[in-house]
């Protein structure tokens, strides 16, 4: 099994521009979830799922979407970048509500 | 307030010492706690587990609950640089699928 996959691993794009991170997992879990890392503030909920075609907000959802047809992905789009959004994002699934996530390897993000 | 308070370090131990880690909060409806690891970039991996109070050992590591002090702990005996790494705590609610971070404490190892 490859686990939590994420892509692409860098990226850097311009203040107005949009692209999506991509999730993807291979362990049939329902629940899967997106985080955002910034320096001392440690790892904030953005959106997540718990099963194909439900999606709800996390804590920082604003100027983020996302959304979920099948189990396996769950793409997280970046509608209109800016800067504050520079940061470590990172794919987490559970097969047991939010307990024990399995994090993917993260997309590190920044905005110019 | 934040929902979770953990002291961000960083914590500098010599090898073969007893590192020891905490986190405090406040929801008291939290009865998962949980323990992820997180080498430099690289993603978090989860550590321990614990459900409500006790304790839980597996290894080198024992993980505390005190729901009454809302209050965790991490401890790591005879410890080891390959044990350099940022800790995270977490918890949840019954029922609830998220989690709720700490910060993170950054703890090094010296050889």
């Known amino acids: ?112 | 307030q934040k929902e979770v308070e953990q002291d961000p370090g960083p914590l500098s131990v010599p090898e073969g010492a007893i590192v020891s880690l905490n986190c405090t909060y406040s929801n008291s409806a939290f009865q998962y706690f949980m323990w992820y690891r997180q080498y430099s970039r690289k993603g978090p991996e989860l550590l321990m587990y614990t459900y409500s109070s006790g304790n839980k050992e597996d290894g080198r590591f024992t993980a505390q609950v005190d729901k009454s002090s809302k209050y965790i702990s991490l401890f790591i005996r005879d410890s080891q640089p390959s044990d350099s790494a940022t800790y995270l705590c977490a918890m949840s609610a019954p029922n609830d699928y998220k989690l709720s971070f700490g910060a993170g404490t950054t703890v090094t190892v010296r050889a």
């Open chain 1, 1 to 112: 099994n490859a686990g939590v996959t994420q892509t692409p691993k860098f990226q850097v794009l311009k203040t107005g521009q949009s692209m999506t991170l991509q999730c993807a997992q291979d362990m049939n879990h329902e629940y899967m979830s997106w985080y955002r890392q910034d320096p001392g503030m440690g790892l904030r909920l953005i959106h997540y799922s718990v099963g194909a075609g439900i999606t709800d907000q996390g804590e920082v959802p604003n100027g983020y979407n996302v959304s979920r047809s099948t189990t396996e992905d769950f793409p997280l789009r970046l509608l209109s970048a800016a800067p504050s959004q520079t940061s470590v994002y990172f794919c987490a699934s559970s097969y047991n509500k939010g307990y024990e996530q399995y994090f993917g390897p993260g997309t590190r993000l920044t905005v110019t």
